[in-house]
């Protein structure tokens, strides 16, 4: 697999300065300036600015905590490794570097959810906040569709988009599909059928919660969701 980030010189990593061991595995083509930080994920080589680098609460500990910081650690010789145990991509890591070359000035770039979410779950995970935030936003827009925001939900640990996603789902007139009834889980699917057959003559399914709720996407706890989300479809 060639991954090729977009060069900020002309400067190029010779594949005669990589070490023996690196050249065991095709290797993605490098563009990188110094100072640099490397990435390996699986049997790409990535080169990521050490000013960006740091801007990540994860590594920032990893690179300048004296117990776990190490001189060669993400250079060449001993780059920062992620391998399919991490269940980190190279294509991954390739969304994520777009998204951190944007600048202010800069359109956004063109990403399908899909990477979008890619992108986020390394921000979220390696603390990158203001690249996480930045991210958020357009995953947020991107995704409209309740059972894909709830997929999204669970992957990306953005559990304040779940009890909206059910209330919208719960509130629909049409009546759910067995695709759509596998898609939600069993759990769900019941919870679901329960408040749906308790007759919408009864109850006003509302989506309001407090904004606050809506506009964060930090852990929430589970028992909360669900206590909320009675107090939503049975109001």
């Known amino acids: 697999m060639s991954v090729a980030l977009q060069p900020k010189s002309p400067e ?3 594949s005669k300065d990589i070490p023996e061991f690196l050249n065991e595995k095709p290797l993605g083509v490098v563009n990188m300036i110094e100072p640099v930080i490397v990435f390996k994920i699986q049997d790409t080589i990535f080169g990521l600015q050490r000013s960006q680098v740091m801007q990540s609460g994860f590594f920032r500990g990893m690179l300048e905590s004296p117990h776990l910081g190490d001189s060669k650690e993400g250079t060449l010789e001993k780059p920062i490794t992620f391998d399919e145990r991490t269940g980190i991509q190279p294509e991954d890591m ?11 000035f800069q359109d956004p770039p063109k990403l399908q959810a899909a990477q979008w979410a890619s992108a986020y779950r390394l921000a ?15 995953l947020d827009k991107s995704v409209k569709d309740p059972f894909e925001r709830l997929e999204f939900a669970d992957m990306l ?3 304040a988009w779940i009890i909206p996603a ?5 509130s629909r007139p049409q009546s759910l599909t067995l695709q759509e009834g596998t898609r939600l889980g069993y759990t769900r699917l019941i ?18 919660i407090d904004q606050s709720v809506l506009d964060s996407h930090k852990p929430l706890d589970s028992k909360w969701i669900l206590d909320s989300l009675w107090l939503i479809v049975c109001r």
Do not use: N
């Open 191 to 208: 919870y679901i059928c329960q408040q749906r057959d308790q007759g919408r003559q009864q109850y006003q399914i509302s989506a309001e």
């Open 157 to 159: 640990g953005v559990e």
């Open 12 to 14: 190029l990593v010779s």
């Open 166 to 170: 059910l209330a919208e789902i719960c």
């Open 94 to 104: 390739k969304q994520f570097c777009t998204v951190l070359d944007i600048r202010a």
């Open 124 to 138: 979220r995970m390696w603390e990158f906040e203001q690249v996480r935030d930045y991210i958020y936003k357009f």
